[in-house]
């Protein structure tokens, strides 16, 4: 009997796509499942008469692998992973290869990397984007950890995922230990950011200019065709279209609380980590726990009043000035995104490559757009850029947008509709381009009441002064933190 290429752990409906892609790339596939019945359900059904080998205990999975072996961990993140590690380790030999596929926390991969390694053992915990289609018809794959891990199952991996026109796969190697799940956790961060935006152009257009679904059915087809082409926008497109049983449309019947799996939260807590202003992707996951306060909202909104939306102006010119306030927030949003990658990349001693980043998120995964195709050339002129808004196509998108953007945040901030992650970014954008900011003042409240010091414009970098503002206080200063 022919060994298999690599083995899967895990039989839910990704699991089970990814097995089959990699089968129909040429791969002989072995599959094992702790409920043993789903891997005789798999082989009979949707595997049958495929180079796909059924295993019903863990013995049976590694006994049919080549050497070095490689399973792939396609389960529950969290403790599962663990469980399976631990079950793993005893029948591996040394160089033999663990890969986590799922939606793991970059410091628990952090964590398994190492203790795998101190098994002679190699890991990899990779980021898989696009959902079930994905894992069927080409995912985008983010693998870090091992870097010795990387010549075994690039063949693999680089063979199952998507392409881009040229034919250049959305995956490469991204970086040691938790490099891989870290990026992939910053792209979902960004997934939120993308569908708050795009949700509140849907509400502007909604309540603020009257119109239907049809009607915003044709604004997101006429955006996927231009600079706005994305898959997120492809599928509010449809969505927008699509009607329920009785005729009407079924995202009008749909309730307004949304789920999150906790991916948007963790990239907002490694920002505050590491200090980078992450604001667009914050406000996208707090406009996710606002709306689940939906019984409140109902009672609040029989309590609390602002202005009742109202729209006299040009319908057809505000719909082109929501596109572009999209745009110039979409940037901004992923401008934040490569600056928390560029901060983690320092604090993990990760050698991230940014092009390549953005190659591997241009097909294949939920964010998937031409707009990263830009975000490629921008690294790839200048490796070290510090900002995307700085590079020269992103600055003239901006600024082109500049006046449209301003005139929806102050037309929606006017009529009572809540666009958090526009104004947010637009906030930014002013914050970043500030010279000055008030800070100097907040550094005064700060050494008045801690005595935390500050440095002065006169006075080199690195001095810190004290000021006894009251003529109470003594000379003595607390230490300084800077984030």
Known sequence: MSRADIGIVGLAVMGENLILNMESKGFTVACYNRTVSKVDD????????????????????????????????MVKAGQPVDDFIDLLIPHLDKGDIIIDGGNSHFPDTIRRTKYVESKGLLYIGTGVSGGEEGALRGPSLMPGG???????VKPIFQAIAAKVEDGSPCCDWVG??????????????????????????????????????????EVFKEWNEGELDSYLIEITRDILA???EDGK??????????????????TAIAALDEGIPLTLIGEAVFARCLSAMKDE???????????????????????????????????????????LMKAAAKTYGWNLNYGGIALMWRGG???????????????????????????????????????SWRRVTATALLNGIPIPAFTSALCYFDGYRSERLPANLLQAQRDYFGAHTYERLDKPRGQFFHTNWTGRGGSTSASTYVV
């Open 42 to 73: 798999f082989i009979n059904g949707r595997a049958k008469g495929k180079n796909i080998i059924g295993a019903h205990s863990v013995e049976e999975l590694v006994g049919n692998l080549k050497k070095p072996r490689k399973i792939m961990l």
């Open 146 to 152: 091992s870097p010795e891990a990387w010549e075994h």
């Open 365 to 403: 995964c939920i964010i998937r757009s031409v707009f990263l195709g830009k975000i490629k050339e921008a690294f790839d002129k200048n490796r070290d850029l510090n900002n995307l808004l700085l590079d020269p196509f992103f600055k003239e998108k901006v600024e082109a947008a500049q006046e």
């Open 249 to 266: 449309p079924l995202v009008d019947k749909i309730l307004d609380t949304a789920g999150q799996k906790g991916t948007g939260k963790w």
């Open 242 to 244: 699509y009607k329920d």
């Open 297 to 339: 909202r109902v009672e609040a909104s029989g309590i609390l009043k602002g202005p009742k939306p109202k729209f006299e102006g040009d319908k057809k010119a505000f719909i082109e000035d929501i596109k572009k306030a999209l745009y110039a927030s979409k940037i901004v949003s992923y401008a934040q995104g490569y600056s």
């Open 176 to 217: 040691e230990n938790g490099a891989g799940h870290f990026v992939k956790m910053v792209h979902n961060g960004i997934e939120y950011g993308d569908m708050e935006l795009i949700c509140e152009a849907y509400q502007l257009m909604k309540d603020l200019l009257g119109m239907s679904a049809d009607e915003m059915h």
